[in-house]
């Protein structure tokens, strides 16, 4: 069959625009491209097999670039990289059975972090559903909780507005991944297109909701009559797009800003009004912060465990406004005084003519007291004495890069820490990573992604040696792909935040840790991927910088300290106060309270 | 406590799934769950208990609405409603209990639906604590085999929360309890 687009003008297609043909016939592989190409979309990640071989045969008639990944999950974070990084939804296609289910931790990752993703999978001929045909699986059932919707299409007619529905759920409201799965003999038939009449039918969906004028009233009565406020800032203000409002917000309030992991880069660094990253492994001064406010005033984030502690003594003499577009993340976790529910940049908006200016200074200087010694606690103050640090690395990179205009993506675990610590982000979709999940293999195919939707960002991957293993086989990815990477190995030859918590927590039990690496170097060179490998302190700008003057991609092995902790911690269930601190150089015992 | 929910859902295949699976997912415990058609092809209602306290239910709701083919849901728990279950109570009754369990049914507006030589099969319609109340009496006779559909309710009064399902009115619906046409009598 012949794309519409590029058909050739026949002797009859001037009758044809006389009467402007609405529809036009196509089979339904056809439809799903155009609906897509329809949809704004440019790139997707796939990978082919027998139930979306249809779809395949007629991706040669789309203007849409495919790229080849070497396993499904790796897809659906390229995807996922893609949509972080833009704030498109991103597309992942593969067939049916092993295909899909290989989706099935980029969608879960996806959905935990709230990305705008659609999987396409192939699925076995409707005729033979039910029957454990082969490689039959019944995806939507095994997606049901991983996805915010998911679609079974078994008519080429139902297409169309199957693909319209999945856009718009998956990039609307809380944004999530769905799924679209076709059967083959749906790809196959045909049917007329009509993109006007295919319009969503969701009469249950209502992604657009706002408060009520009470609740602002009652959220400015507690804004003003405090003393202690914290703003805690989320990645609802990046998926928001309300930057600006917080920033306009927090500086009229004088209200100071606590991030949470995936809200770096909502609010700049280097502004005075910034604290850092609270939680688990965030600054003391954040959490003390956080336990001594009166008024926490929450920006699209959910109260994670990993950013609360223990919800018993968690901000116990703190009111709370939460600003949430999700209705049923109310008091969830945390019972909250006010909740505002709607679009956090149409709530602040709404919000800010009323927000008195109040000078808070004496909030903020007992905040610079909070810090204590943290300074003096803090690696970069101390000397390397001839050990190559995590943190050293990254923050030479970041010195490095940080003029640029550069995406990190890092994986999960100690470097993940270490980044979110140490790598200053100012702006927003700067800092990739997978929060909610914690999916390990997340960063190589993730900078994919990320590189594909914004080829002029310089994208570096930094990557624990462990999840770097879980998903390497993207190397071919990228390089076919011709894409200039950087990969920052952060090689401890252990899974360094499992043995961490063994460290602390299992009598330095080191159960399944240590690791057999490969020659990170020859697997580069495998690849016709350049490395490096360095063990030295010194050695880390150079690199950083040939990495950068290469004009392909390149992999750099940093051979780090292999037993070395992320301070400070708030232990699992602990309360967000009760830090394991790093052992001061001038002070012996830990001030934890 | 006991709480009721009113979902009403488009009917399509799978949604009972969506549902069920929510409650599963987020560690709520269904008591009851019944499902069928309504006066409107494209609408399938839900009556769903489930034991909750007050935040829970809100949040049982909140959750409720995030399945995009939930059209409304409404707590009907502190409501005035018409709640009713059916049971279907195989009892043994020989000879001089055949008599007692006539009388019985008689008295709780049961029906006799099957009759076989040495048992009795009733048919009761009504709210739980009636049917409760009637198997209670039943058990010294011997319960050979009992069903239940679990509850299905409505709201009292003339106004019909799912008459108009869009999206404006769904979202506002589940304030909008008391109208004052509202005003109905038990009978």
């Not at chain 1, 597309?91 to 289910?101: E, F, I, R």
């Not at chain 1, 690696?379 to 050990?387: A, E, M, R, T, V």
């Not at chain 1, 979709?429 to 590189?451: D, E, N, Q, V, W």
């Not at chain 1, 086989?473 to 076919?480: D, I």
Request: hydrophobic content about 40%.
């Amino acid at each position: 069959m012949t794309h519409p687009k590029n058909a050739p003008s026949a002797g009859k297609a001037k009758t044809e625009t006389n009467t402007e043909k609405k529809t036009k016939t196509m089979t339904g592989a056809s439809i799903l491209w155009e609906c897509l190409e329809r949809e704004g979309v440019k790139h997707v990640f796939g990978y082919p097999g027998g139930a979306i071989l249809p779809a395949y045969d007629a991706l040669k008639h789309s203007k849409i670039h495919h790229v080849l990944v070497r396993h499904e999950q790796g897809a659906t974070h390229m995807a996922d990289g893609y949509a972080r990084a833009s704030g498109e939804v991103g597309v992942a296609v593969a067939t049916s059975g092993p295909g899909a289910t290989n989706m099935v931790t980029g969608m879960a990752t996806a959905m935990l972090d709230s990305i705008p993703i659609v999987c396409i999978t192939g699925q076995v001929g409707s005729k033979l559903i039910g029957t454990d045909a082969f490689q039959e699986t019944d995806i939507t059932g095994v997606t049901l909780p991983v996805t915010k919707h998911n679609y079974l299409v078994t008519h080429a007619g139902e297409i169309a507005r199957t693909i319209r529905e999945a856009f718009y759920v998956a990039r609307s409201g809380r944004p999530g991944p769905v799924l679209v799965d076709i059967t083959k003999d749906a790809q196959q038939s045909t049917c007329e297109l009509d993109w006007e009449a295919a319009k969503p039918q969701l009469p249950g969906y209502r992604p657009d909701l706002s408060p009520a004028p009470a609740e602002y009233e009652r959220a400015l009565e507690l804004i003003h009559n405090s003393k202690r406020p914290v703003i805690l800032a989320g990645h609802g203000i990046i998926i928001s797009g309300a930057m600006r409002e917080v920033r306009d917000f927090a500086e009229r309030a004088g209200i100071p800003v606590a991030l949470t992991l995936l809200g770096l880069g909502a609010f700049p660094a280097s502004h005075p009004l910034n604290l850092g990253m609270m939680g688990m492994h965030g600054e003391a001064w954040v959490n003390h912060t956080i336990q001594e406010a009166d008024l926490l005033l929450a920006f699209g984030m959910r109260f994670d465990d990993r950013v609360t502690g223990t919800l018993k003594t968690y901000a116990p003499n703190a009111k709370k406004i939460h600003i949430e577009i999700d209705p049923a993340e109310i008091h969830k976790n945390v019972k909250v005084d006010v909740p505002l529910v709607g679009d956090l940049r149409e709530v602040l908006l709404e919000l800010m003519p009323h927000v008195e200016s109040i000078d808070r200074s004496e909030w903020l200087d007992s905040i610079d007291k909070l810090k204590g010694d943290s300074a003096v606690r803090d690696i970069q103050n101390l000397p390397d004495s001839g050990h190559l640090y995590a943190a050293h690395v990254i923050n030479d990179l970041w010195h490095q890069t940080r003029d640029g205009n550069t995406i990190v993506v890092t994986d999960v675990g100690q470097h993940q820490m270490w980044e979110a610590q140490y790598y200053k982000h100012e702006h927003p979709r700067t800092l990739i990573t997978s929060g909610g999940l914690g999916t390990m293999g997340f960063a190589l195919p993730a900078a994919i992604g990320a590189k594909v939707a914004c080829p002029e960002a310089e994208v570096w991957v930094i990557v624990g040696d462990g999840g770097f293993q879980m998903t390497m086989c993207e190397l071919a990815t990228l390089v076919q792909e011709n894409l200039k990477i950087h990969i920052a190995i952060i090689n401890n030859g252990f899974l360094g935040m499992v043995r961490q918590w063994q460290e602390f927590f299992y009598d330095r039990n080191y159960a399944a840790t240590p690791l057999l690496n490969p020659d990170f170097a020859k697997l580069a060179e495998a690849y016709g991927i350049r490395s490096m490998t360095v063990s030295e302190r010194a050695e880390v700008v150079p690199a950083v910088e040939a990495a950068r003057r290469h004009e392909g991609p390149m992999l750099i092995n940093f051979k780090v300290e292999q037993e070395d902790t992320v301070y400070p911690m708030v232990a699992a269930g602990a309360a967000l106060h009760d830090m394991i601190r790093r052992p001061s150089p001038i002070v012996e015992t830990a001030e934890d309270e | 406590m006991l709480n009721t929910f009113m979902v009403y859902v488009e009917n399509k295949p799978g949604v009972l799934t969506r549902v069920a699976s929510l409650f599963r997912r987020r560690a709520f415990n269904i008591d009851s769950l019944t499902v069928g058609r309504t006066e409107k092809p494209e609408v399938s209602r839900m009556t769903i208990t489930v034991d909750a306290d007050g935040d829970q239910a809100r949040r049982i709701e909140a959750n409720l609405y995030k399945l995009v083919n939930v059209l409304l849901v409404e707590n009907i728990t502190n409501q005035p409603a018409i709640v009713r279950d059916l049971a279907m109570i195989r009892v043994a009754a020989r000879h001089e209990a055949r008599s007692h369990v006539f009388e019985l049914a008689n008295v709780f507006r049961a029906r006799v639906v099957d009759v076989a030589p040495e048992s009795l099969t009733l048919e009761i319609t009504g709210g739980e604590d009636k049917i409760d109340g009637l198997l209670e009496l039943l058990r010294p006779y011997g319960v050979l085999e009992m069903v239940r559909t679990g509850i299905v309710a409505m709201r009292r009064g003339s106004r019909s929360a799912g008459t108009n399902l869009t999206a404006e009115n769904a979202a506002a619906g589940a304030d909008s309890g008391t109208a004052r046409d509202d005003v109905s009598y038990s009978v």
